[in-house]
């Protein structure tokens, strides 16, 4: 009986340990620095990136419609996210990120996108809706993006 209680110690401190492991962390909504979002800008294709350079960023506020210069990243602290729709033909599109979370083996970015539903009044002209968001860089871990239904 002694023998079990002396096993069963480190047996369950090994279980504790390798859960810990594999626990993810979800961010709350609040921690996420969303930098733009707009119905407008030149991505015509829908795109998901990950940029950790001030020229990778300047070439997405170069294609975004906004007159503020790219903000400054710490890029050992962050890395920055675009979500872009695409090109539509109306109004009533918008793309924004729902959840981000950390893994043992990948950042996953969780995003919805919403359209217009049959009946809405919507502007009559071309769209390109994107959400950029700062989240905490992860050099080793891939970034993996998943659309969320409603």
């Given at each position: 009986m002694r023998l079990l209680s002396l096993l069963a110690?480190?047996?369950?401190?090994?279980m504790i340990s390798?859960?810990?492991c594999?626990?993810?962390k979800t961010i709350p909504m609040e921690d996420i620095e969303v930098l733009s979002e707009s119905h407008y800008s030149q991505?015509?294709?829908?795109?998901?990136?990950?940029?950790?350079s001030d020229a990778g960023l300047q070439s997405i506020y170069d294609r975004i419609a906004t007159k503020e210069a790219s903000p400054q990243i710490n890029w050992n602290k962050n890395q920055v996210v675009l979500l872009?729709?695409?090109?539509?033909?109306t109004g009533g599109y918008s793309i924004a990120v729902d959840k981000v979370v950390y893994g043992k083996s990948e950042i996953l970015v969780y995003y919805?996108?919403?359209g217009p539903k049959p009946g809405d009044m919507v502007t009559?002209?071309?769209?390109a809706p994107y959400a950029l968001f700062t989240i905490a860089?992860?050099?080793?871990l891939p970034v993996v993006f998943k659309e969320v239904n409603e």
């Open positions: 110690v480190p047996l369950l401190a090994t390798l859960q810990s594999n626990t993810v991505f015509t294709e829908t795109q998901n990136l990950v940029v950790k872009a729709m695409g090109q539509r033909n919805k996108t919403k009559q002209a071309l769209t860089n992860k050099k080793d």
